[in-house]
């Protein structure tokens, strides 16, 4: 349900935020709504871009592979902010996290921007049955969907590594008072090891369960068009799942990363002390985790991404064998990437381009749309307005990205757009990033004066995997002052 609203509209105290006008009425029919196509979206949690479709060779991915070799594939697409919340309101909100007001995993964004139509309450007031299921909001889920499909209740059934019953945790906890725990080892030994290999079916972890339920969604679905998000949890931590994908791989093939140490030049406040792997058993409190476990933890993390993978190949055969695929809008995004060891850090939580980079897939099923790859700046902000042309709705005016039809239709168009993606920072300062063909530039300001605290520039012509600042050098003082503009413009953007 649309939220309400009185006419005129509502003035609201949040920067950049505008209530959706949905043209010629929320329900008005623009074509025949069992003409329009379906549209499933895959978002998966902690993806990095390192995929067989992107040329890398060291992940199993044969599914996602074959879904992007039928699809245009975006090389360089970003995030609005490396961390799962913030990145995932703006994309199905359109909007930047400035004018989001969402920063965190904490803040609520029907609190923040109450009159945004999400892009789930667009298409299901324009004729679309929508589906939910596992993360995809990351809060706040239920209220958004015609079907929400709750996934928690089969997370009890899952590995060693998922939520525990309130017995469990109890009991965990006895165990660590009689042990002499406290603090941090206390809450690391309830929660357990950050990697597990189980010789068990796919169905008995989170994931494998979840796909089962979105494939009886498809085959139980009449005839109305569906907008269906299936939110995966892997590979994000922990990194659990069956043995046998552990077995794709060749743990003494595995290597540590070549740049795993801070890049050179580069200042703290870009940097970040991955708290999120610290709390997990067996991860030291301060300081690397030895040469050993890196590995492992690099092994389960491919091992979660081809347990996902895996799931994605069957959610597509069923779409095959519903007969729905060749009139389904199939999208497939990561929610930020992930660090493993690169830069001497873990996780996420940063704006070096390992974490703002993701994987972008969207497979238009009519003759219209073309396939192949593209090398053109995109944001994952791009998707709303994409998915409104394709379907022919309105897009409403809070969309804050360009719609990327011209590069479905042909993906060597040209294509002029940056990439901006933002992190903040303690002491109020956020840094603001902006990617260009020939590099990242980042400027860390203090939010509320403008000032400017430290900066970064990353060739990534000479130094893709940005491992030095060249920020201060004097060759690169033009490139900084008219990339540092253009920061100063897109901010600005969400100041009227």
Known sequence: ????????????????????????????????????????????????????????????????????????????????????????????????????????????????????????????????????????????????????????????????????????????????QAKGLKDKALRQYIKGPAYESADAPDSSYHDGAMTDLAIQALQAHGDEPFFMVVGYKKPHLPFVAPKKY??????????????????????????????????????????????????????????SVSFVDAQIARLMEALEVAGLADNTIVVLWGDHGFKVGEHAMWCKHTNYEIDARVPFIIKAPSGRYSTGSTQALVELLDLYPTLCDLTGLSTPEQCEGSSLVTLLKDPSAEWDELAYTQYPRWGGVVGYSVKSPEGRYTEWLKDASGEVVAREYYDHQLDPNENTNRASLAAYADIVESLSVAIAKERARCEK
């Open 1 to 176: 349900m649309l939220p309400q609203v009185s006419l005129p509209l509502l003035s609201v105290t949040r920067k950049c935020i505008f209530l959706c006008a949905l043209i010629g009425g929320a329900f008005s029919v623009l074509s025949a709504a069992s003409d329009r196509p379906n549209i499933l979206i895959l978002s998966i949690d902690d993806l990095r871009p390192e995929l067989g479709c992107y040329g890398a060779t060291h992940m199993v991915t044969p599914a996602i592979d074959k879904l992007a070799n039928e699809s245009v594939l975006f090389e360089q697409a970003y995030v609005q902010q490396a961390v799962c919340l913030p990145s995932r309101i703006s994309l199905f909100t359109g909007m930047r996290p400035n004018s989001t007001g969402v920063h965190d995993l904490y803040t609520k964004f029907r609190e923040t921007i109450p009159n945004a139509v999400t892009m789930t309450q667009h298409f299901g007031a324009n004729g679309y049955r929508t589906y939910g299921l596992g993360k995809v909001y990351h809060n706040e889920q239920s209220s958004e969907w015609t079907d929400w499909i709750n996934t928690n209740s089969i997370e009890g059934v899952n590995g060693y590594q998922n939520p525990k019953t309130l017995e469990t945790i109890q009991r965990l906890m006895a165990e660590a």
């Open 246 to 303: 552990w077995d794709l791989y060749d743990f003494e093939g595995i290597q540590l990363p070549s740049n795993y140490y801070a890049p050179e030049d580069a200042p703290r406040i870009a940097q970040m002390t991955w708290g999120e792997l610290r709390s997990y058993s067996g991860i030291p409190a301060k300081g690397p985790v030895d040469d050993l476990t890196a590995r492992k933890l690099i092994h389960g993390y491919y091992a």
